[in-house]
């Protein structure tokens, strides 16, 4: 077959195509329009590229709709061509992509976001987010200076999602007793950090966020990010748009168990579609927070231990020796003295 009619084949058959050929389904509800999620018991494929594109999330076997066929029937390039060129016309079962807007005016949700007061000491959201969430002052008061932080009802706190033009277009929700998230606001990026960074690392929530930027200190060139524990098509939107910067980094920053893997690999593939580099940074612990939480309450337990050490529990030395009293170097003679003479 002629290079002409390998580039026709290449276009005209998606890796969707193949992967629903061999028996493979799609994960609607694990799936994004960059990200197309396909499975066959165990087996997992991830379609990038809208179609031209995939990667097996368990490996590093990725390539074309070519390299597809040979990865999945273990069958030479000759034989995966004319495989191709079988199913030219095939239509996918899957639905067309389509974006959610929200019914709410995005004035109406920038109303409610102005209406709110900013946290300070001692507020509800202060005390919940420095003291029941363990996230350092000077952490706080950075997010409350960008803006991105609003007191909330009965003691929670509100985190800004804004678009790519910088507009709040929904929150976070977060309290003692409540976890949502806007009603009627769109989920987007929850940002923290300078906006032209070459560093940016994907959260499942914005405390998760401002806890790993504290766990990580000072950083001038990394972006904090949650999706706000969902991933819609506008999320996807930002990532992509952010993610084509030149010289970027993604880091999937996401939570340490199966659903935090699955948006490591939308991540991945993002990064795949969208030539940047790629790095997976897995919390020790169930979430960022959570490695936060441990780190600080093992600072506190040691600086108790030594403010409760008692003043009687000196070394060994100490204890030897009273104040003022300096120990001999070696031991008295306390033998006779020799007499001169018989």
């Not at 629903?20 to 197309?36: C, F, H, M, P």
């Not at 165990?42 to 179609?51: E, L, M, R, S």
Request: aromatic share 8%; proline share 6%.
């Amino acid at each position: 077959m002629k290079r002409e009619e390998l580039e026709a084949l290449r276009a005209k058959v998606s890796c969707e195509a193949v992967l629903e050929q061999a028996g493979y389904e799609i994960d609607l509800k694990e799936s994004t329009r960059r990200a197309v999620k396909y499975r066959r018991g165990g087996n997992i494929v991830i379609v990038t590229h809208d179609g031209r594109g995939w990667f097996d999330p368990l490996s590093d076997e990725k390539g074309d709709v070519f390299g597809l066929a040979m990865f999945l029937e273990g069958i030479p390039f000759p034989s995966a061509a004319g495989a191709v060129a079988s199913i030219v016309g095939y239509q996918l079962s899957r639905p067309e992509w389509r974006s959610s807007r929200s019914s709410v005016p995005l004035e109406d949700i920038a109303d409610r976001w102005r209406s709110r007061r900013k946290p300070s000491p001692g507020s509800g959201a202060w005390r919940y987010l420095c003291w029941g969430r363990w996230i350092p002052t000077a952490i706080a008061q950075q997010a409350i200076q960008e803006g991105v932080l609003r007191e909330g009802p009965f003691g929670s706190l509100w985190a800004a999602h804004v678009d790519g033009q910088g507009r709040v277009v929904g929150w976070e929700e977060r309290g003692p007793d409540w976890r949502g998230f806007a009603s009627g606001g769109s989920k987007v990026l929850f940002r923290f950090g300078p906006g032209d960074a070459s560093r940016l690392c994907v959260t499942e929530a914005a405390i998760d966020a401002m806890s790993l930027a504290a766990l990580e200190g000072p950083r001038e060139q990394t972006l904090y990010l949650s999706t706000g524990g969902g991933w819609s098509p506008a999320t996807d939107a930002a990532l992509a748009e952010l993610a084509a910067r030149p010289g970027l980094t993604l880091v999937a920053a996401t939570d340490a168990n199966s659903q935090g893997d699955i948006y490591a690999a939308r991540l991945r593939a993002l990064a795949e579609a969208s030539g940047c580099d790629w790095q997976r940074l897995r919390p020790p612990a169930d979430d960022w927070n959570e490695v936060l939480k441990n780190r600080e309450r093992e600072r506190w337990e040691r600086k108790m231990e030594k403010r409760m050490r008692p003043a009687a529990c000196a070394p060994a030395a100490s204890r030897e020796a009273s104040p003022g009293m300096r120990r001999p170097l070696t031991r008295p003679d306390t033998r006779p003295a020799d007499r001169e003479g018989s």
